[in-house]
């Protein structure tokens, strides 16, 4: 039994050394991401079934998206995460205040995304490109052009979601960061929020050719 | 057993971190230039496949796969096993919807055996339906 | 003495505010076995007023509307607030730790999280009940799912948050099972529960977000009339079939698992013998969580799904019962020449066999494609699936929960009285439900309000059998609770098996074990075991 003195103050009781704990923590935080994946999954699914039945409409919609902003949103978010892995390096060096200028800079970034997608969404809504009954938009050829319209904001508005729970999670571990609670020693929050954040990422890497690109 | 360093990880060197994202930002470009060419049904394969190296690049150094324990990536290649089988198996159905085998679309044989006068099995149940060739010329099965 | 210490984990600490911010593993385990018991009986009394009806043909007690909504309920409590957290949950958060040797699951908070999760979602599907009971049936299929007037998008709510509680607890035991095991418990040297609730737990993180999704679809259907699944704004209402059964097949093992695993413990302790074929029952929990994913299209041979999917999940769905056989196998195996003591929890583990053996033979009947076309949707199908998931999963549950009261509650329930509930338990569920399995074939559907009068008098020897069942449990009910403030004083290891949690104290002080657990045997080393003594 290890004496209190060696027992650093963030090591959990049920844990028997820190080493045990991050790497805990961690598995944890892949097996969470692996269902996130799948939640996912499932309107790649639907993506997949509508597109195969309905190749025209997704090609003949999909021009009305703005690839110039889906290409800045995805340099965007590149960049976000190239911020976010390097607020973990800063950390691992034990430089406190580069973490936070990185994470902060992630969040920005992260605002920036919503920001544009705001643009994107209210210009849709304005012409009647919407899901469903809602549809109302004239000017594309096919049956159900709304098919396309409604896995479009299904999709990107679940990644949405899934962009402010991040920034929720980044405004967290920034204030636990400019309170002091890590160090070199320990940064397993950053770190999680790090792999979570990647994910947000790497769906929407998927996303912007998969809906603005169509062929 | 007291070491400074909990976390025994591999701090990678900031250029590895610019030069990743320097690629990823150069395949974006790639992305989206090559889009302006038409392969045919290979247009999806094309875009996906950059999008996979992309994810990979991400995986691999921003997530850390190439320099942690092999289990972070077996669980992601779990994960997009499993999705990959949603996909495929469900698309086993809705791209053959329309299908139908010859024999199931070929007309009644009025002989068969199930349509010979049924003796009274159950209670109260007597199967005396003469048998008739019925038209079942496909009609469109599809789900839409 | 210290076999039952002074002061425990139960008793350590009082008041409610002690309970509901727990993070006591032990306790969290409780709080669950409390819910998931009142899941339970509200389920069987949707149950027992279902038979009831059905007892003579026609309206006896209720409008046919109302028998739809009391079969949905019945359904959607038993399977989402009863069966799938049942063994993880109660009894898998109790002894997990303890089995490993460690003092808590990996992430304590996370664990307490999921049990409010739960209760959120419970009380959600609670509400959705009162404000007008769905009637879609527990499988929701659009396009009647879509259009019914009923309270379907507080339900399927409900079974959203009821899909992260599992979700956080497969996390949970994943990386438990994974990195906190005493130093030298390798990976085959664990019991065999523990492997069923890992096998269990992956299944649980790959399925549950599909449902997640596939509730979130419907409900945005209902309300933002996407038409995903409308065929008439070019859906597809057989893709929801899809997205449904993509986790509830999955489901039915995340179900059994556990259950198996279970009965590996009783059946080698109550036979005092090694655990015949321990890396197959291990390597085939694993088998059927990954096959479990490959079939779900079985529900679907008759809903318009195509002739090649059908083929194709048909013959897929026949290598799924491999490794339930081989489990099968490897008790009966444990059992012969075992020097066998017939208590409790090992006439539940009998009962499994002999039940779950029919469940799952029927399976395979159901899955053979030309044959479903006839049994689908019938009680043949119903009897199937009760012979398994009760016949199964709640035996095993049970064979655990008396295998483990000692331990949980320090205290011994009456071994007569349980024995009599075992047996009116097991003839009260058998003419239950094998009455369903000759209807089934006769053509009886299911989910029918009304029936020929040809089937009435199956129909009431099947009522009958569910009052005698009911009765089994109410005298259940009666010995345990008698048993938490008569019993006898319970015994560190009134069983003498060679599991983990049987070192400890019954019931276990806070920390689970006073030192971390030096593994000195297997844990089936019965012979090498005896012999040391002698």
């Known amino acids: ?215 | 057993m007291a070491e400074s360093h909990s976390q025994k990880h591999h701090i990678l060197p900031l250029s590895v971190y610019l030069a990743v994202g320097t690629a990823l930002l150069v395949l974006t470009g790639v992305t989206v230039w090559v889009a302006s060419y038409d392969f045919g049904a290979f247009n999806l394969v094309v875009a996906m496949s950059i999008a996979a190296f992309k994810a990979a690049l991400v995986a691999a150094y921003f997530m850390h796969l190439l320099y942690d324990s092999k289990i972070y990536l077996l669980i992601l290649l779990t994960a997009i096993a499993f999705l990959a089988v949603f996909i495929i198996f469900t698309m086993f159905d809705t791209m053959t919807r329309d299908q139908i085998y010859e024999i199931k679309a070929a007309p009644i044989e009025p002989d068969a055996v199930i349509y010979r006068e049924a003796v009274d099995t159950t209670a109260g149940v007597t199967d005396t339906t003469a048998a008739e060739v019925i038209d079942t010329t496909a009609g469109d099965t599809s789900g839409h | 003495m210290s076999d039952s210490p002074a002061v425990h984990y139960l008793n350590e600490q009082k008041g409610w505010k002690s309970w509901l911010l727990t993070l006591d593993h032990k306790r969290i385990g409780i709080l669950y076995l409390y819910s998931i018991m009142a899941a339970f009986l509200l389920g069987g009394v949707f149950a027992v007023l279902i038979r009831l009806e059905l007892l003579h043909p026609g309206q006896q007690y209720m409008e046919a509307d109302t028998y739809n909504q009391f079969f949905t309920l019945h359904g959607a409590i038993m399977i989402f607030l009863f069966i799938i957290p049942s063994i993880p949950a109660a009894l898998g958060n109790f002894v997990l730790p303890l089995m490993i040797g460690a003092k808590d699951v990996a992430f304590p908070r996370l664990n307490l999280l999921s049990w409010y999760i739960y209760i959120v979602g419970a009380l959600v599907a609670l509400y959705s009940i009162f404000a007008g009971a769905v009637d879609t049936g527990w499988t929701f299929y659009t396009p009647y799912s879509t259009e019914s007037a009923t309270t379907v998008v507080p339900m399927t709510l409900a079974v959203f948050i009821l899909g992260f509680s599992s979700i956080f607890t497969g996390v949970n035991f994943i990386a438990t099972i994974h990195k906190l095991r005493t130093p030298g418990m390798t990976w085959f040297k664990m019991p065999l529960f523990v492997w069923g609730l890992y096998a269990t737990a992956i299944i649980q993180v790959l399925a549950t977000p599909v449902i997640g999704i596939t509730t979130l679809l419907l409900i945005l259907e209902r309300t933002m009339l996407i038409g995903i699944f409308d065929p008439a704004m070019g859906g597809d209402p057989v893709l929801f079939q899809h997205f449904f059964w993509f986790y509830s097949h999955p489901a039915v093992y995340i179900m059994i698992l556990p259950g198996m695993g279970i009965i590996s413990e009783l059946i080698s302790t109550f036979s005092h013998k090694k655990i015949f074929g321990y890396k197959a029952i291990a390597y085939s929990s694993l088998g059927i969580a990954f096959v479990s994913f490959l079939v779900w299209g079985h529900h679907m041979f008759v809903a318009g799904q195509s002739e090649l999917a059908a083929v194709i999940f048909s013959f897929l769905t026949f290598f799924v019962g491999i490794p339930s056989g081989i489990k099968v196998f490897n008790w009966v195996a444990t059992m012969y020449k075992g020097s066998i003591t017939l208590q409790t929890p090992m006439w539940y583990a009998l009962s499994f066999l002999f039940l779950f053996t029919i469940g799952g033979l029927t399976g395979i009947f159901l899955g053979t494609l030309s044959v479903d076309v006839h049994l689908h949707d019938t009680y043949f199908v119903v009897a199937h699936f009760h012979y398994v998931m009760m016949g199964g999963t709640v035996m095993a549950f049970l064979g655990g929960l008396h295998y483990w009261w000692p331990k949980m509650w320090g205290r011994m329930y009456n071994e007569k009285w349980a024995k009599i509930s075992v047996a009116l338990i097991f003839i009260g569920f058998n003419i239950t439900f094998f009455s369903q399995f000759i209807m089934g074939s006769q053509g009886m559907p299911r989910r029918y309000y009304n029936y020929l009068d040809q089937y009435q008098p199956l129909h009431a020897f099947s009522t009958y059998g569910s009052w005698i069942l009911g009765l089994g449990f109410i005298v259940m009910a009666v010995y345990l609770i008698h048993s938490l403030f008569k019993g006898k004083q319970a015994p560190k290891n009134p069983w003498e098996s060679l599991t983990m949690e049987w070192v400890t104290n019954s019931p276990p002080i806070h920390h689970n074990f006073e030192e971390t657990p030096k593994l000195t045997h297997e844990p089936y080393d019965y012979d090498k075991v005896l012999a040391e003594k002698n």
């Open chain 1, 1 to 215: 039994m290890s004496s209190h003195a060696e027992h650093p103050k963030f090591l959990e009781h049920h844990f028997v050394e820190p080493e045990q704990q991050a790497a805990s923590a961690k598995l944890g935080m892949w097996v969470f991401l692996l269902t996130e994946i799948l939640l996912f999954g499932g309107l790649f699914v639907v993506y997949a079934v509508y597109r195969a039945w309905n190749p025209d409409i997704f090609h003949n919609a999909h021009v009305h998206l703005d690839v110039m902003l889906g290409a800045i949103n995805t340099v965007v978010l590149i960049t976000s995460s190239l911020t976010m892995a390097l607020a973990i390096r800063s950390m691992q060096l034990g430089r406190q205040s580069e973490t936070i200028t990185n994470l902060v800079i992630t969040l920005l970034l992260a605002g920036t995304f919503l920001v544009i997608k705001y643009f994107e969404y209210s210009h849709k809504i304005h012409l009647g490109q919407l899901p469903g009954k809602f549809y109302t938009f004239e000017g594309i050829e096919g049956t159900n052009p709304h098919i396309f319209f409604g896995v479009y904001f299904m999709m990107t508005g679940l990644h949405g979601i899934h962009v402010l729970a991040g920034m929720a999670t980044i405004i967290w571990v920034l204030r636990r960061t400019i309170r002091g609670d890590f160090s070199a020693a320990y940064y397993t929050p950053i770190e999680m929020t790090g792999l979570y954040w990647h994910l947000v990422d790497l769906i929407w890497i998927f996303l912007f050719p998969l809906f603005y690109l169509v062929g």
